[in-house]
């Protein structure tokens, strides 16, 4: 078991080899921690004697169990979309299983890599690669497109030299094996 603290309490992340005697003896070197809020975070296959020990600590101690949740690890799961609320720095990439949303732009010098869609709400300026596992459907969505590379399955696209300027949303999907940028209508 590791402990961690959080904002007011802390936070238990619970493997599936913990065993009672071992969480038993964290908990009893630090019962004091579990006297405010505590959230736990239970992998696959923790024991249920494990939660029940957890949970009646806790209750001693005078704490509140806030929130039993899985690991943030698993919580992209295969195919899911992953959404990041931020810009996307220089040097950053990013990757998914399903689709990528941005809620901000992404700079150039980022890469965005997704088996499915990818989609800016703000400007790309930096590389990206829907359809990166062969999905041909995918798309490429942004409110500004002016990326100097492109890619949807296995095609490629490169902006013309000089080109780019605000054009409003558009929009980046393969065409007869060729990708195509149109306008957002």
Known sequence: MRTRGTRGGILLSLDAGDSVEAVAAVLDN???LLA????VEVAERVPWSVLELLSSRIGDAGGELLELRPPTAVIQARGETRIIAR???SGA????????VILGDVNAGAELIANDDIIVIG???GLAHAGAGG????VIWAQQ????QLRIGSALAQASEGGGGARGP??????????VLRPWN
Not at 135 to 138: G, T
């Open 30 to 32: 630090s019962s004091e």
């Open 145 to 148: 497109v002016l990326s100097p």
């Open 87 to 89: 810009t996307v720095r």
């Open 135 to 138: 999905n041909e459907k995918a």
């Open 170 to 179: 558009e929009v980046a999907h393969l065409r007869e094996g060729a990708i």
């Open 93 to 100: 990439k990013l990757e998914s299983s399903g689709s990528i």
């Open 36 to 39: 405010g809020k505590v959230i």
């Open 123 to 125: 400007a790309l300026r």
